[in-house]
């Protein structure tokens, strides 16, 4: 039965945050990047003939995608905690952050998709919406689209190690999986959809070679569910969009660097696009940034609103600084 509230497992603690060093406008170049990026299921292909799909926006370039990441990085080139960067660090900093906090939005509307469906889930709906999220990066084709799951396995291989460091004990009876399983499910996702492409990101995660072989048939599994119980929702070419609401808290000083980012890059605006062009959806949904007071992401049915906390992406700044 589905809860009133899906949310991410405060499993990132807090740290000192990073303070707004000014942002440039050559930072909107980004929001096509990453709309573009994460279409969620835009090259669905025959699975969604009928009813025939919304055209899909024309796809950014690689140099585009990554021309707006470079500029996203220029931008914090004199901030005091990252000067010390060189243009290539600031680079994966950047990609780090945006891509695991774009993870985290794609995680959450993977619940809104199936409460607001009423889709079934077998298995634990928090796995399902894992798997929602890295196949939508996947689906996308594009390199920015890796980079997430790439960033986003880090991540969790990351917050595992630090957990160990500090102590913190596993909770086996979360709803969430293990940090490493998380990590490795999304590394099998993407070895099982795309062997020749990803090998190498297995292997460097020492996943064994039979597992990425059985990894295929999870991907197929994963891959045509969603197709299956998608279809119905997907948006006709004529059909009425609905208005998406988005909003961004402010960042109460402590995460005015994170509100301005996300602000900037538009990334609110084209996930919510994203979501209106493809399903159809029985009420409006919103999505929302903030400050919390805590590092947490959640889908709350009742009020129907995603929301991600600034939090979140200050930690994801932390764990970077700390395994460079």
């Given at each position: ?65 990554q ?34 906090t ?13 409460s607001e ?77 795309e ?71 538009k990334m ?57």
């Amino acid at each position: 039965m589905l809860s009133s509230k899906s949310e991410i497992t405060p499993l990132m603690r807090s740290v000192p945050a990073v303070r707004d060093p000014g942002l440039p406008p050559s930072r909107r170049r980004t929001a096509r990047a990453l709309a573009l990026s994460l279409l969620l299921f835009a090259s669905a292909g025959a699975a969604y003939a009928q009813p025939k799909p919304a055209p899909a926006p024309k796809e950014a370039s690689r140099s585009q995608i990554q021309d707006g990441i470079v500029a996203a990085a220029a931008g914090l080139k004199n901030h005091p905690k990252l000067k010390d960067l060189s243009d290539q660090d600031r680079v994966k900093f950047v990609e780090f952050v945006l891509g695991n906090t774009l993870y985290v939005l794609a995680h959450e509307a993977g619940h809104a998709v199936i409460s607001e469906m009423a889709l079934p889930v077998l298995g634990k709906e928090e796995d399902a919406a894992d798997s929602f999220a890295a196949l939508t990066a996947l689906r996308s084709g594009r390199a920015f689209g890796d980079n997430v799951l790439i960033n986003s396995a880090r991540g969790w291989f990351y917050i595992d190690k630090r957990d160990a460091k500090d102590g913190v004990k596993m909770v086996f009876y979360d709803e969430h999986g293990i940090n490493t399983q998380r990590a490795y499910n999304i590394i099998c996702l993407m070895v099982g959809g795309e062997p020749e492409k990803f090998t190498a990101v297995a292997d460097e995660a020492k996943m064994p070679k039979e597992r990425q072989g059985t990894c295929q048939g999870d991907h197929s599994n994963a891959s045509w569910s969603w197709e299956k119980v998608l279809k119905p929702h997907i948006r006709a070419a004529k059909a009425k969009t609905t208005k998406i609401k988005v909003t961004y808290g402010p960042g109460n000083g402590e995460y005015d660097v994170y509100a301005k980012v996300f602000q900037s890059v538009k990334m609110l605006e084209v996930v919510a696009g994203a979501l209106s062009d493809r399903f159809v959806w029985r009420a409006p949904i919103s999505l929302e940034m903030k400050a919390c007071g805590s590092p947490n992401a959640e889908w709350n049915i009742p009020a129907k609103t995603i929301t991600v906390c600034y939090e979140i992406a200050s930690e994801f700044a932390a764990l970077y600084a700390a395994n460079r």
